[in-house]
Every structure is written in structure tokens, then in C-alpha cells.
């Protein structure tokens, strides 16, 4: 194990790649398409040509060959350009540790075992076929299990891919369906369910006919990630257009935990293409996103169809669309002015954090920030969500709070995730959820110490629902697991306005006493809490 400061070589074999530093030297053999590392005392393990693989392979080098400090660049090794780093082979799937974090070191080293599994390859499949195999995978997040020798040997699963987009398609997603198979015995059995790639686009018991007629109509014109949701879909015809097969994609993507899924996609399905894309552009209109890619709007129009508050009954997509915008309108006409409602505590008065306070607000909001925050107007008017805009310098982003107080999501423009404003939004409104929760259990002033109530055996009485938020707000600070202690009041206060128990702060842990004065449970700050 040497410093990451210091400098290393890579040399081309015959049938790998050597890798050497002052006290590591490892080769990495591809002759038999797989990747078998060789240290300097003569150990060698081997790794399949997958996905998987490689990257074992690639964390192997790097630990042995530059040390255990990841984030310095070793001498010698430039930044690679873009171009340069995805030229071998196509395979800048593969590359994932240096696209999700730039890391100069580990790209090169997976450039060159790339070139050399290529290398081995081409002995076996001739180079102009193998480079129409990576240009037909490049774009669907591609796999070097193209290079493993099952693949090479098969005599049908090339075949397949250069000739179906749907199978180039299957084998590119293989390896996320079976999990991180990374032994070589493992590729023979990633190629033989490759060979079956039409049944990856049909759920159990659904009829596979209306899976194969829609991949013979549309797996060429389709966006990969949609025609891959089909085998969480369970459809009832085929679909008749690509915008049936994103709308329905988008559907299952934003469904919620118990949706009218089936029926909406079987009035999805049964549309004409002209109706659905009427609906789709009128929605978009509606919540201000008319302009925006064609994207924007089918997720905006399947967010729609998912804030559903009632079971399915029409029996035509226009039925249903037409019903829902109603109940989104609604709001806006009611005796409420049009307000939101108000949340059960004040909202946060931390800077650049505002509480949309109307369904104008909330449309102009989705309208800005281009994604389907205007879609929750009408639960933000019934008071299940609590919507707010947050700016942080030049950063912007919207937030869902639930009644329960659970921060639901948090977006920037166009749905982007992990701006500056985003991360201030969890800063500032998870603490306030919690909040929320102990709030949302009984109004404020409710008494929380019935008669007649035990003696204090030590501690302040906790006798409203306002003192049982005021003992979590003083611990928000310094209490570890919030979430639990938040949990705790909250059950103990539900039980409190009921009469069947006491609860008394008792400075570094809160008591639950029972009628006879006994302590029943205590909260200690840190999260601990158990039965007395």
C-alpha cells in the first residue's frame, strides 16, 4: 500500500493490464474475457466481465495501487476529457464513480481495462461487429458484459440485440434486475436470461401479447426508461402511441401508496392518441407548464391523475380529467377566498422560507418553477399538505409538508434535487414537521391533564397540548433521534387528552405517569426511552 501522492504506471499486455506503484504490482488478465487480478505474491481472484465486476476490479487498483485517500489525484494521471474518457468502447455507463464524482484515477483505470477486454474480444467476434453492438448499446446505459464470453459464444443474443431495441434494452438493464453479480460463473447466467429478453417486459400473469405487439410498435421510437416500466405494468391491450406508453411510464412512476392505478391506465389505454394529447397539453395550460418540454407535462399530468382523492368511476379518460380539474378548481371557489389551509402551528419565520397561503400561490409556484407542485393545491386547500417556496442566495425550491409533518419532497426548478435551497429546506422544515405532528394530535390550549391527575413526583407538568410542542421545541437542538422523541409526544399526548395518562417534564427526560402516580414510560433526551 503506497501514498495517493505518489506515482504509478500502467503498461498494455497481451491480454490485460498491469498495473504498477513502488510496492504493488498487479495485472488484471482479460484472455479468458473475464477480469482475473494477479498480485505481486501470485494471489489472483476473478471477477466477471459485468458491470459488477469491473467495478470490483477497478475499487481492487485503486486501494492497492494509490492508498486509501480517493479524493487526490495521483502524479501523472491528467483529467481526462469527456470525449476521452468515454471513447473506449462506448462504455460511459460504466464509468459511473467518475460521472457521480469526478474521479480522474479510477476513469483511466476503467478506460484501460475497457480497452483490454476489447481486445480480447475482438479475437473471438470480428471488431466492425462488436463496435455495431456498442454503438446499438451505448445509449441505453451499456454493459461490458458485451466482452464476457457467454455473450461472444451465444448464438442468438447478439443477434437479438442489433436486431431488436428492445433486447439491447434487456441485456443494458440485466444486471440492475438480478443484483450485483460480479463472479464469473455468474455470466452464463446473466446471457441465458438475456436470450429470454422479451419475457423482462411482462409481469407475472399478464397476457404477454399485449407486451409483444407494443415492443414491436413502439420499442424503436420509445424512451428506453419507459419501455422498461412495462414489466411493472400490468396492461390490458397494447399501446396504440409513444405518448400511451410515457403517460402510462409516468403513471406507475408517481403512484402512491393506495392509488386507483389499474383503472386510470385502462382509461389511458383506451384513449385515442389525439384525446390524450389534448388532455395532456389542457392540463399543463392549467398549471401554468403549457410551454415547458413534453416531459414536464406528462408528469405534471400524471401527478393529476395520482392526487386522486376517490375511487376510478369514469369510464372515459375525458370523464376522469375533467372531474379531477374540477376538484382542483374547487378551492379557488370556495368560501375560503381561495386560501390554503393554514397549518396547525405558525410556519417557520426562518429567512427565504415562505408559506404559500394560497391556490393562487401554489399555481404560480408550479408555474415558475416548471414542475407539478400545482397539482397538491387541492390538498394543501383541505389542509393534508402544507406548501412552501424557499430561496437560499440564488438557489430556489419548493416543499411539501404533510399533516402528519413529514417533509413529503423537496424540488428545485424543473424537479432538480440537491441545490442549496433544497438542503436549507430540510434544515428548516424538518424540525418544524416535527412540530407539525405533535400539534396535528389536539388544538392549541387543549388541556392535557385531566382530573383527577396523580401527584408530581418530581418535573413541570406538561397540562396543554401548547407545553407538550414548547418540550419539544427546547430539544429539537440537542435530542439525537427527533423523529422518536416527536413520535413519543405525540402518542402521549393522544393519550393525554384522553385522560388515560400524565406527562411531566422532568428537565433531561420526560415521565408518562399513570393514575396511581407510577411511571409508565420515560423519554430521555437522546432518543432512549423504556417501560418503568
Known amino acids: 500500500m503506497i501514498s495517493s501522492a ?89 464509468a459511473l464513480d467518475a460521472a457521480a464524482a469526478p474521479d480522474p484515477f479510477r476513469a483511466e483505470v476503467t478506460r484501460l481495462l475497457l480497452a483490454a477486454l476489447r481486445r480480447s474480444a475482438e479475437r473471438v467476434r470480428p471488431a466492425a461487429e462488436l463496435t455495431l453492438l456498442d454503438e446499438r448499446l451505448r445509449l441505453l446505459d451499456a454493459t461490458p458484459l458485451l466482452y464476457a464470453a457467454p455473450f461472444l459464444h451465444h448464438p442468438f443474443v447478439a443477434r ?81 402511441s409513444a405518448l400511451h406508453l410515457q403517460a402510462v411510464a409516468e403513471r406507475v412512476r408517481v403512484r402512491r401508496p393506495a392509488d386507483d392505478l389499474e383503472a386510470q391506465l385502462r382509461l389511458v389505454e383506451e384513449a385515442p392518441e389525439d384525446e390524450l394529447a389534448e388532455l395532456v397539453c389542457r392540463v399543463a395550460v392549467v398549471f401554468g407548464v403549457g410551454a415547458d418540454p413534453p416531459a414536464v407535462q406528462v408528469h405534471v399530468f400524471a401527478e393529476l391523475l395520482a392526487n386522486a382523492e376517490r375511487p376510478t368511476t369514469a369510464r372515459k379518460l375525458r370523464q376522469l380529467v375533467r372531474a379531477l380539474m374540477l376538484d382542483h378548481m374547487r378551492p379557488r371557489l370556495s368560501a375560503r377566498g381561495g386560501l390554503t389551509a393554514p397549518p396547525p402551528i405558525p410556519p417557520p419565520t426562518a429567512p427565504g422560507v415562505r408559506f404559500l397561503a394560497s391556490v393562487d400561490a401554489v399555481l404560480c409556484e408550479g408555474q415558475e418553477m416548471h414542475h407539478c407542485i400545482g397539482t397538491r393545491a387541492a390538498a394543501a386547500s383541505r389542509g393534508d399538505a402544507f406548501l412552501f417556496h424557499v430561496e437560499r442566495g440564488q438557489e430556489r425550491a419548493s416543499a411539501e409538508v404533510a399533516r402528519d409533518g413529514e417533509l413529503v419532497e423537496v424540488s428545485g426548478p424543473c424537479n432538480a434535487r440537491g441545490n442549496a435551497a433544497c438542503r436549507y429546506a430540510r434544515q428548516v422544515l424538518e424540525p418544524w414537521g416535527l412540530l407539525v405532528r405533535v400539534a396535528g394530535v389536539a388544538p392549541a390550549g387543549t388541556c392535557a391533564w385531566l382530573a383527577p391527575a396523580p401527584l408530581v413526583p418530581r418535573g413541570e407538568p406538561l397540562a396543554t397540548s401548547d407545553a407538550f410542542i414548547d418540550a419539544l421545541r427546547a430539544r429539537l437542538a440537542s435530542d439525537e433521534d427527533a423523529h422518536a422523541l416527536a413520535s413519543w409526544l405525540a402518542e402521549r399526548l393522544r393519550q393525554a387528552v384522553a385522560g388515560g395518562c400524565w406527562v411531566v417534564d422532568a428537565g433531561h427526560e420526560l415521565l408518562a405517569l399513570g393514575p396511581d402516580g407510577g411511571v409508565r414510560d420515560v423519554m430521555r433526551v437522546g432518543g432512549a426511552h423504556g417501560d418503568s
Not at 480517493?70 to 460504466?94: M, T
Not at 436486431?163 to 455468474?186: M, N
Open 160 to 240: 437479438d440485440v442489433l436486431k431488436h431495441r428492445a433486447a439491447a434494452v434487456a441485456l443494458a438493464q440485466v444486471e440492475r434486475t438480478l443484483g450485483a453479480w460480479d463472479r464469473p460463473e455468474h455470466t452464463a447466467l446473466l446471457v441465458d436470461r438475456a436470450a429470454l429478453w422479451p419475457s423482462f417486459f411482462a409481469p407475472p400473469g399478464n397476457a404477454a401479447r399485449a407486451v409483444r405487439k407494443t415492443l414491436a410498435l413502439l420499442a424503436e421510437v420509445a424512451d428506453p426508461e419507459d419501455l422498461w416500466v412495462l414489466r411493472s405494468v400490468p396492461l390490458g391491450r397494447p399501446l396504440r
Open 6 to 94: 505518489q506515482a504509478w504506471s500502467a503498461s498494455e499486455l497481451k491480454d490485460g493490464v498491469r498495473f504498477a506503484a513502488e510496492d504493488a504490482i498487479l495485472e488484471v488478465c482479460t484472455a479468458a474475457h473475464t477480469l482475473r487480478v494477479t498480485g505481486r505474491r501470485g494471489r489472483s481472484t476473478e471477477h466477471a466481465a459485468t458491470r459488477s465486476g469491473l467495478r470490483a476490479v477497478v475499487t481492487y487498483v485503486a486501494r492497492a495501487v494509490r492508498g486509501t485517500r480517493p479524493c487526490e489525484r495521483p502524479v501523472g494521471v491528467p483529467v481526462l476529457p469527456q470525449g476521452e474518457l468515454f471513447g473506449v468502447g462506448g462504455f460511459h455507463a460504466v
